[in-house]
C-alpha cells in the first residue's frame, strides 16, 4: 500500500496525451497542493477503450461531436493535443480520511496521480480485484445496452462482436433464464471465451438465425449487415458500434423493410431510457462494479503494458496489429 502523501504539497505525475493524430507521448505535470474536498489517487491500472480511444488516436472525432465525446477530466482538445481516457483504478493517499487507502474507480485519463474531488471517486467493492476493475467502463456499457434492448427470458439473442464489449453483453444476456445467447465472430478464437461466459459461438456465416435481439458490437459495417440478416421478424438491432467520421453502409433494402426491424442506438452517455427517472450514472457504475466479483471475466483482461509503453499501445490498438486483444490493461509504477 503507497504511504499517504502530505496534501499542502505539490506532487509529480506523468500523463499520456494525443499530440496529433496517430501521435502520442507521455507528458510530466505538476500537480498543487490538494484543494479541499478533493482526493489524490495513484494509479494502478487504466484501461484502454479500444473502439473510442483509437478513435481519439486517429483523429477520427468528428467536430460535430467533439463536445459530446469529452471525457469528464480530458485536458486539450480534439485532435490534440488531448489527454483523454476514462477507467482508471487507483488507491487514494490524501484526502477525506474514510477514503484514505481505499482503492477507487474513476473516470479520469491516463496519468500516474490524479486530484479530484472526492465525490466523484467509487470505491471498488469487496471481492472485486483493482486488475479486474478496468472492465468497468465497458460492463457499464453493457448494462445499458440490455436495458435498452429489453431482452426477456427465453430469448434467442445474437450479439454480433466478440471483442471487450460484446462479450459482456453476451455474460450478462446469459444469466437470463432459459435464453439462448450467441457471440458472432469473424475469430474462431473467441469461442472458448464465449463459452467461459455462458454463451455460444458462430462464425457470422454459420450463425443462428431468427434472433428476438441482436446487439451490434464490432463497429464495422459487414457486422451490422450480418446482425440485420440474423434478426426475426419485428425484431430490434441494437446499435452499440460508434463510427465516429467514418461512413457506414447500412443494408437497408432485401428484407428491412418486409420483416418490419428495428434499428436503434444505444449509447452510455445517458442512462437508457426505462431507467433513467430512478437510476442516477454513477449508481449504474457501482452497480457494474459490483458484478465484477466474478473470476470468469478475467478471461476478458487478454493484454497488460506498463505505463511507459502506453503511446506505442496506443498506435498498436489504432491499427490493424492486435487481432487477438480484448481489454488492454495499462500497469503503473508502485
Same mark, same amino acid.
Given at each position: 500500500?503507497?504511504?499517504?502523501?502530505?496534501?499542502?504539497?505539490?506532487?509529480?505525475? +506523468?500523463?499520456?496525451?494525443?499530440?496529433?493524430?496517430? %501521435?502520442?507521448?507521455?507528458?510530466?505535470?505538476?500537480?498543487?497542493?490538494?484543494?479541499?474536498?478533493?482526493?489524490? $489517487? *495513484?494509479?494502478? @491500472?487504466?484501461?484502454?477503450?479500444?473502439?473510442?480511444?483509437? &478513435?481519439?488516436?486517429?483523429?477520427? $472525432?468528428?467536430?460535430?461531436?467533439?463536445?459530446?465525446?469529452?471525457?469528464?477530466?480530458?485536458?486539450?482538445?480534439?485532435?490534440?493535443?488531448?489527454?483523454?481516457?476514462? !477507467?482508471?483504478?487507483? $488507491?487514494?493517499?490524501?484526502?477525506?480520511? #474514510? %477514503?484514505?487507502?481505499?482503492?477507487?474507480?474513476?473516470?479520469?485519463?491516463? +496519468?500516474?496521480?490524479?486530484?479530484?474531488?472526492?465525490? $466523484?471517486?467509487? =470505491?471498488? =467493492?469487496?471481492?472485486?480485484?483493482?486488475?479486474?476493475?478496468?472492465?468497468?467502463?465497458?460492463?457499464?456499457?453493457?448494462?445499458?445496452?440490455?436495458?435498452?434492448? +429489453?431482452?426477456?427470458?427465453?430469448?434467442?439473442?445474437?450479439?454480433?462482436?466478440?471483442?471487450?464489449?460484446?462479450?459482456? !453483453?453476451?455474460? %450478462?444476456?446469459?444469466?437470463?433464464?432459459?435464453?439462448? !445467447?450467441?457471440?458472432?465472430?469473424?475469430?474462431?478464437? *473467441?469461442?472458448?471465451?464465449?463459452?467461459?461466459?455462458?454463451?455460444?459461438?458462430?462464425?457470422? #456465416?454459420?450463425?443462428?438465425?431468427?434472433?428476438?435481439?441482436?446487439? @451490434?458490437?464490432?463497429?464495422?459495417?459487414?457486422?451490422?449487415?450480418?446482425?440485420?440478416? &440474423?434478426?426475426?421478424?419485428?425484431?430490434?438491432?441494437?446499435?452499440?458500434?460508434?463510427?465516429?467520421?467514418?461512413?457506414?453502409?447500412?443494408?437497408?433494402? #432485401?428484407?428491412?423493410?418486409?420483416?418490419?426491424?428495428?434499428?436503434?442506438?444505444?449509447?452510455?452517455? @445517458?442512462?437508457?431510457?426505462? +431507467?433513467?427517472?430512478?437510476?442516477?450514472?454513477?449508481? *449504474?457504475? #457501482? %452497480?457494474?462494479?459490483?458484478?465484477?466479483?466474478?473470476?470468469?471475466?478475467?478471461?476478458?483482461?487478454? @493484454?497488460?503494458?506498463?505505463?511507459?509503453?502506453?503511446?506505442?499501445?496506443?498506435?498498436?490498438?489504432?491499427?490493424?496489429?492486435?487481432?487477438?486483444?480484448?481489454?488492454?490493461?495499462?500497469?503503473?509504477?508502485?
Amino acid at each position: 500500500m503507497p504511504i499517504a502523501s502530505d496534501p499542502s504539497a505539490a506532487v509529480s505525475a +506523468q500523463a499520456c496525451w494525443v499530440v496529433s493524430p496517430g %501521435l502520442a507521448e507521455i507528458r510530466d505535470e505538476t500537480l498543487p497542493p490538494l484543494p479541499e474536498g478533493f482526493a489524490r $489517487v *495513484r494509479t494502478l @491500472h487504466t484501461g484502454v477503450s479500444r473502439g473510442t480511444e483509437g &478513435l481519439v488516436f486517429r483523429g477520427e $472525432v468528428p467536430a460535430s461531436e467533439a463536445q459530446r465525446m469529452r471525457a469528464p477530466f480530458q485536458a486539450g482538445d480534439f485532435p490534440g493535443p488531448v489527454k483523454y481516457g476514462y !477507467v482508471n483504478v487507483g $488507491v487514494v493517499e490524501a484526502g477525506p480520511p #474514510e %477514503l484514505l487507502g481505499r482503492e477507487v474507480f474513476c473516470l479520469y485519463p491516463h +496519468q500516474t496521480v490524479f486530484q479530484v474531488p472526492a465525490s $466523484v471517486l467509487v =470505491p471498488l =467493492p469487496a471481492g472485486v480485484p483493482a486488475a479486474r476493475a478496468v472492465l468497468a467502463a465497458n460492463l457499464e456499457t453493457a448494462i445499458n445496452a440490455l436495458w435498452d434492448g +429489453q431482452p426477456n427470458p427465453g430469448e434467442h439473442i445474437a450479439v454480433v462482436g466478440g471483442g471487450t464489449l460484446g462479450l459482456l !453483453v453476451a455474460w %450478462l444476456a446469459a444469466r437470463l433464464p432459459q435464453g439462448r !445467447v450467441q457471440v458472432v465472430d469473424t475469430n474462431p478464437a *473467441r469461442a472458448g471465451i464465449a463459452a467461459t461466459l455462458g454463451a455460444g459461438f458462430a462464425l457470422p #456465416e454459420a450463425a443462428q438465425a431468427q434472433a428476438d435481439l441482436v446487439i @451490434h458490437t464490432s463497429g464495422q459495417s459487414a457486422g451490422l449487415a450480418t446482425a440485420l440478416r &440474423l434478426a426475426a421478424f419485428e425484431a430490434t438491432v441494437l446499435e452499440l458500434s460508434w463510427y465516429g467520421s467514418r461512413p457506414v453502409s447500412v443494408p437497408l433494402g #432485401e428484407a428491412f423493410h418486409s420483416q418490419r426491424l428495428t434499428l436503434k442506438s444505444s449509447q452510455v452517455g @445517458h442512462v437508457a431510457k426505462r +431507467q433513467r427517472d430512478r437510476w442516477s450514472h454513477r449508481q *449504474r457504475l #457501482e %452497480l457494474a462494479l459490483s458484478l465484477l466479483t466474478e473470476p470468469a471475466l478475467d478471461a476478458l483482461v487478454t @493484454h497488460s503494458a506498463p505505463f511507459a509503453e502506453l503511446p506505442q499501445v496506443l498506435a498498436r490498438l489504432a491499427g490493424a496489429g492486435a487481432p487477438d486483444t480484448l481489454c488492454q490493461r495499462i500497469d503503473y509504477p508502485a
